[in-house]
């Protein structure tokens, strides 16, 4: 049975699906192999992400000061080598590159146990430690998160992100009840070492996969890295749809990351909360984050991507409310775990809508460097955000940066709501389908020719 053709819309930039159904992802073993190599590395940043503010504000008596400048060590590379990373991401193979990336960072997580079994660890080398995990991040992410629409049909992308957001949330989650058991028996500095036995292991699962297309680069010389970041940044700023996408993150990623500098030291200095605290507010995060992505979708063919999208990011702010209100005391405590489910499923929803809006409107040798404008801007506003929740915290108080950074979190609905993403009732699917694949993976380093 033929499936009709898709119908145009915005001036050809975008067609949208009709009625093909999407084949199940049951038993494809690259994404499978993808999926658990990502999560397992993201179950150990999250037992990372419980250890290292214990270990900044218990064990070294980290100043607010200087926990906005750890902070600050870990946006300043997402800013700083976003957009060469997108280059390297398409022309280089993305599989070496996670696995590279992988290996390396389970090496730098393992300084930290190693310096404090030594009596040398310091906020030094906490901060060095952060640039360097920053930097892998970015090569890794330009590579991992591009890799999808490769590893899968185009239109199994949506449900692709969605599987992968909902692993993801279990991964976390679990990663910080653990975590926070673990700080609890071991000690914040030897979980590190969970940490970097995950990248080891996420660096075995990458060097399993093997994706079902290879990127089509146009024919000629290949342009200069500056040319090539200008390639992906114009693509971006064309796209009528991409443009205020990219803008309203980029906006809510300054308003987050003024809350979230200061949200793990406040609830463990002024509220008093301690590390089980912290690691039942953020493990509800993680929980929230399950409902979310196993909804996602769903969600979007309900009500529209536009939809899930706008709910999402009004949704932040509101569910911030009781952040700014909390006193200590397990009843406050309890509504935080509460607030931050409900916070997680709409942000969530949101965060796999707008990824497979984005990969579904980029040209496969695009897809790394609008990724990475992406992850550009988003990474220069978080880093202008610690800063500015430092000078606002060293003026006001904690509260008053936590209290700023919510009331800047309405600008970004505002901009979402007067822009056309608003109205988009159905996900895109790609303008040009990429041809069929010829019946096996393709091998590392090999590429068809189209």
């Known amino acids: 049975m033929s499936t009709p053709p898709p119908r145009p819309a915005h001036a050809g930039a975008l067609v949208f699906a009709t009625s093909a159904p999407a084949p199940s992802l049951r038993g494809h073993r690259s994404f499978q192999a993808y999926r658990l190599g990502e999560a397992t590395a993201l179950a150990g940043s999250s037992v990372s992400a419980v250890a290292l503010p214990v270990i900044a504000a218990m064990e070294l008596d980290a100043t607010p000061g200087q926990v906005s400048a750890l902070a600050s060590a870990v946006m300043a590379p997402g800013f700083l080598l976003a957009l060469p990373a997108g280059v390297a991401g398409d022309r280089c193979s993305k599989k070496r590159l996670m696995v590279g990336t992988d290996l390396t960072s389970a090496a730098v997580v393992a300084v930290v146990p190693a310096c404090w079994a030594a009596g040398a660890l310091s906020m030094p080398v906490l901060y060095c430690v952060a640039l360097l995990l920053g930097a892998l991040t970015v090569l890794h992410q330009a590579a991992a998160i591009a890799i999808v629409p490769e590893l899968v049909e185009p239109h199994l992308v949506p449900e692709a992100n969605a599987r992968v957001m909902a692993a993801f949330a279990v991964a976390g989650s679990t990663g ?117 992505a196993l909804v996602a979708r769903r969600l979007a063919d309900r009500i529209g991507p536009g939809a899930v999208l706008l709910v999402g990011f009004a949704a932040y702010p509101m569910c911030g409310i009781p952040l700014l209100l909390a006193r200590s005391g397990p009843g406050w405590l309890t509504a935080l775990v509460s607030a931050s489910v409900v916070q997680a499923v709409a942000v969530t929803a949101a965060a796999s809508t707008q990824r497979s809006i984005r990969q579904q409107l980029c040209p496969p040798h695009l897809q790394s460097r609008v990724q990475q404008t992406s992850v550009w801007l988003v990474a220069g506003a978080r880093l202008l955000a610690t800063v500015t929740a430092g000078a606002v915290a060293a003026v006001l108080g904690v509260w008053a940066a936590l209290l700023t950074g919510m009331v800047l979190l309405l600008a970004p609905v505002a901009l979402l709501w007067i822009s056309p993403v608003r109205h988009l009732k159905v996900m895109p699917v790609p303008a040009t389908a990429l041809p069929a694949p010829t019946g096996r993976p393709l091998k590392e380093g090999e590429r068809r020719v189209h």
């Open 176 to 292: 910080t009840y653990g975590g926070t058991a673990a700080v609890s028996l071991l000690g914040a500095a030897r979980c590190l070492l969970l940490d970097s036995a995950s990248y080891l292991i996420s660096a075995w699962c990458a060097s399993r996969i093997s994706t079902v297309r290879g990127a089509r680069h146009p024919a000629g010389p290949r342009p200069g890295v500056i040319t090539s970041i200008r390639e992906g940044i114009a693509h971006v700023l064309r796209d009528p749809l991409q443009r205020p996408l990219v803008l309203t993150m980029a906006y809510h990623a300054f308003a987050e990351g003024v809350v979230t500098t200061y949200f793990a030291y406040y609830l463990l200095t002024e509220l008093h909360y301690g590390s089980a605290g912290l690691g039942l507010v953020l493990g509800a995060v993680g929980v929230g984050s399950l409902g979310g």
